[in-house]
């Protein structure tokens, strides 16, 4: 009788200690992996509520933890891109900060130029040996991913860089070791300013929430060099005021030297001429009183 006792006793009260000690040992830090359910009656209930919570737990914890490193990213990026107003500064700083915080190996960027052909003109590179960029200066751009981009305002990833690149030539992508490559616009004012590519060394899959990053990381880059171009465009308009007005002070200098060499050697000799000829006038001859007077007076 106490055989069967303790062992009814143990059946019973195993499947709640096993549930107590994965509640205890259940924390944010640390979420047990699922709990099989010993019995179907109300204990099984609970450790299948259980396993339900955890695996609840677990989906917000990634998501709570993705949001923290999105945010990261994005603090990360602003704070390197806010130092300084000169745009190549921008670039660079965006671009590195960038390749460290998402573990890739090269980026680059191309900026929109509607006044020059082509439209898309290299920034700045990290990562790149001179002959890859070389290459991205030198071939035209119809067929060129970037210029989808900018044409559509959508991300393009291409998985394998080597078959869907169709620009570039199959030996320098393959002398640069680049396997994956995604190109983002960059966003200001609703128009695409330009082109912001990453691409890694390795085949890797761009999930969703990478991509909307990268997307968020476009937009502000974007406004960021928009901003250094209106900067630049006031310092340019200011410099060229400054000429103008230099100028315009300079025509006034010289027209009053030109006033006053005019009045020394026209006015003033013309003056002097007119006072000799009076004083010859009025001791040339006798004059009548009045006359003698309006003579002394001119």
């Given amino acids: 009788a106490v055989a069967i006792s303790l062992g009814l006793t143990q059946l019973l009260t195993h499947p709640i200690l096993a549930l107590q000690r994965a509640v205890r040992s259940t924390s944010l830090a640390n979420l047990p992996g699922r709990t099989e359910p010993q019995m179907d009656d109300e204990i099984g209930e609970l450790t299948h509520a259980f396993n339900q919570m955890t695996a609840d737990l677990a989906r917000s914890r990634d998501a709570l933890v993705a949001q923290n490193r999105e945010l990261a990213v994005l603090n990360a990026t602003a704070q390197a891109i806010s130092g300084s107003l000169d745009l190549q500064k ?21 900026l929109v130029e509607l006044d020059q052909t082509p439209v898309l ?29 900018v044409q559509t305002g959508q991300c393009r990833i291409l998985r394998d860089i080597c078959a869907e690149c169709r620009r570039l030539s199959r030996q320098a992508i393959l002398a640069e070791g680049l396997r994956t490559h995604a190109s983002i616009p960059l966003v200001a004012r609703d128009r695409v300013v330009g082109v912001l590519n990453v691409a890694a060394n390795a085949p890797r899959a761009f999930q969703n929430g990478e991509m909307r990053l990268l997307c968020s990381i476009g937009r502000q880059v974007g406004v960021a060099v928009d901003n250094a171009r209106l900067w630049e465009q006031v310092r340019r308009k200011e410099y060229l005021r400054g000429q103008l007005l230099e100028r315009i002070l300079g025509a006034q200098e010289e027209e009053r030297r030109r006033i006053s060499l005019e009045l020394h050697d026209q006015t003033g000799g013309s003056l002097a001429s007119l006072g000799v000829g009076l004083r010859i006038l009025e001791d040339s001859a006798p004059l009548p009183s009045v006359a003698r007077n309006h003579v002394q007076e001119l």
């Fill in 90 to 110: 921008i670039l660079r700083a965006a671009v590195d900060e960038i390749l460290v915080q998402m573990n890739l190996q090269a980026g680059w960027v191309f």
């Fill in 121 to 149: 003109r290299l920034a700045i590179h990290a990562g790149l040996s001179e002959a890859f960029a070389h290459e991205e200066t030198t071939y035209d751009f119809a067929g060129c991913a970037c210029l989808e981009v």
